[in-house]
């Protein structure tokens, strides 16, 4: 029987450690603050925006929510990120993807300066990610590497397996292996003999976005299993990558879903976003 990950309990700490030094930052006179975008009614980020909005609370920032139109142009989105760019109050900036059709993201994600960049999209945080020497970690991809930590699970010499290579969570997390030492394979649609690749693998992330697609065939005796995916079931119940039921028997950890990687997304978003105030305020 494999041990539970609980984000739950580790993003807790995470953001309670956030919440602790935004209390000694606020004594020298600022606040971190961050701006959360949202583009149209798409059911799914508005949760998100509203848990991030939640976690701002709670870690005392100061939070700006701009909810827009569906139909908002892309010369009205440029324009606000470019007035935030300048707000002082602001130290973190993201606008809440997928956007609209119309809507050019890639634009939307070089607009934003890259000192309030705190999601680790603009290409010039995503180019420090892959040299190691990053101010913004990349928020689901670190939220792993801080539960492997929790647990003290050695990654040095490990193989590792990646299923998915999207620039939000596959690409950084490889990255991030890499540079702790793992022997990382990043796996996607094109893979040959993809279970024969991810049986190799002691320590296996799915980020595939497709429910239950990580069958017991495809995991070796004693992995440690980490499931990003998130997969809303038509009986409306949220689902990850990994079959849970079948893979948890075999694995040596196993992270859930609810309550697994996602609530550590958030918390190093709120991570992020202290650091960007202390950054630009020179502490
Ligand atoms: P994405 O951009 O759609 O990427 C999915 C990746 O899976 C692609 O690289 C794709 O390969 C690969 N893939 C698809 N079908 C495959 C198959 N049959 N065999 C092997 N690889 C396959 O998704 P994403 O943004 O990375 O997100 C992945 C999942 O994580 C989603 O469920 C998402 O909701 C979730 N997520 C969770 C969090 C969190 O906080 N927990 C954060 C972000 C995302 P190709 O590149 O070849 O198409």
């Not at 798409?42 to 139109?69: R, T």
């Not at 900036?93 to 993201?105: A, D, R, T």
């Not at 990687?261 to 960007?276: D, E, Q, R």
Request: include cysteine.
């Amino acid at each position: 029987m494999a041990k539970l990950i609980d984000g739950k309990i580790i993003s807790a700490a995470v953001k309670a450690e956030v919440a602790k030094e935004t209390e000694e930052l606020k004594k020298k006179g600022v606040t971190p603050g961050l701006a959360v975008i949202i583009v149209g009614e798409d059911p799914a980020s508005k949760v998100y925006v509203a848990n991030k909005e939640k976690a701002c609370e709670q870690m005392g920032f100061a939070s700006f929510k701009y909810a827009l139109p569906e139909n908002t142009t892309q010369e009205e989105l440029i324009a606000l990120i470019e007035e935030l760019n300048l707000k002082k109050e602001v130290s973190g900036i993201l606008c809440q993807l997928p956007l609209p059709k119309h809507l050019n993201e890639e634009l939307v994600i070089n607009t934003i300066v890259p000192e309030k960049d705190v999601d680790a999209f603009h290409p010039q945080n995503v180019g420090k990610i892959m040299i190691g020497e990053f101010d913004f970690l990349p928020c689901t991809p670190a939220g792993v590497m801080e539960m492997l930590k929790y647990e003290n699970i050695d990654i040095t010499g490990k193989e590792c397996v990646i299923i998915g290579r999207s620039n939000i969570v596959g690409k950084p997390m490889s990255m991030l292996l890499l540079h702790k030492n793992g022997t990382v394979t990043v796996c996607h649609s094109r893979t040959k003999n993809l279970a024969e690749v991810t049986r190799r693998a002691d320590i296996l992330v799915a980020a595939v976005g497709r429910a239950n697609f990580v069958t017991a065939d495809m995991v070796k005796e004693g992995a440690v299993v980490i499931d990003v995916g998130i997969n809303r079931l038509e009986n409306g119940k949220l689902c990850g990558d990994v079959n849970f039921a079948e893979v948890e028997p075999k694995a040596s950890y196993i992270t859930p879903v609810p309550g697994g990687v996602g609530p550590m997304t958030i918390a190093t978003l709120m991570k992020n976003t202290l650091t960007a105030a202390k950054k630009q305020n020179g502490i």
